[in-house]
């Protein structure tokens, strides 16, 4: 049973991982710094040895409500309320993103893709795995090692063609 439990997450964390990095990538997180504070995280991660763009992408996901938020806001309100708390999610961070001067949608489109790939999945994976997949998704990016992380959204961003 645990090995089960253990799986579903490790499979929302693949998905959600998926779907907030692309998102972001394709939404042009990597190229340039979109909102304040962005391009101070950048630097400072490049100092430390990590890639610029990785660390506009790490930036602009602490300073605005991107795809990253988007999907674990999503996750959340889908197990409280079903496909429409997800919708009610993406509206959130649509307001989280002007409010925060984003001009970007990336938190939106995110939030509304993690709503459908919730609902894809829910014979599977049910939305509380979603949960805990996305909190291990955001670690993995911000919390385990900048520099190497950073490096992996510069390379995903350049093989997307997106910087």
């Known amino acids: 049973?645990?090995?089960?439990?253990?799986?579903?997450?490790?499979?929302?964390?693949?998905?959600c991982w998926l779907n907030f990095v692309i998102v972001d990538t394709y939404f042009g997180l990597p190229k340039k710094p979109g909102v304040l504070g962005a391009k101070v995280i950048g630097k400072k991660i490049e100092?430390?040895?990590?890639?610029?763009?990785?660390?506009?992408?790490?930036?602009?996901?602490?300073?605005?409500?991107?795809?990253?938020?988007?999907?674990?806001?999503?996750?959340?309100?889908?197990?409280l309320m079903g496909f429409e708390g997800g919708l009610i999610a993406a509206l959130f961070i649509y307001i989280g993103n002007r409010l925060c001067n984003d001009t970007g949608y990336a938190g939106t489109i995110g939030t509304i893709t993690a709503t459908i790939l919730i609902y894809l999945f829910s014979g599977f994976i049910s939305a509380e795995y979603f949960i805990a997949g996305m909190v291990l998704a955001i670690f993995s990016i911000q919390g385990v090692h900048h520099s190497a992380a950073s490096r992996l959204l510069g390379s995903i961003a350049r093989k997307m063609g997106r910087i």
Do not use: H, Q, R, W
Request: charged share 5%.
């Open 1 to 15: 049973m645990i090995l089960i439990e253990t799986g579903k997450i490790l499979a929302a964390f693949a998905i």
């Open 47 to 79: 100092n430390v040895g990590g890639n610029i763009n990785g660390g506009y992408f790490m930036g602009n996901i602490v300073c605005s409500p991107d795809a990253s938020a988007g999907t674990l806001m999503a996750s959340i309100f889908y197990y």
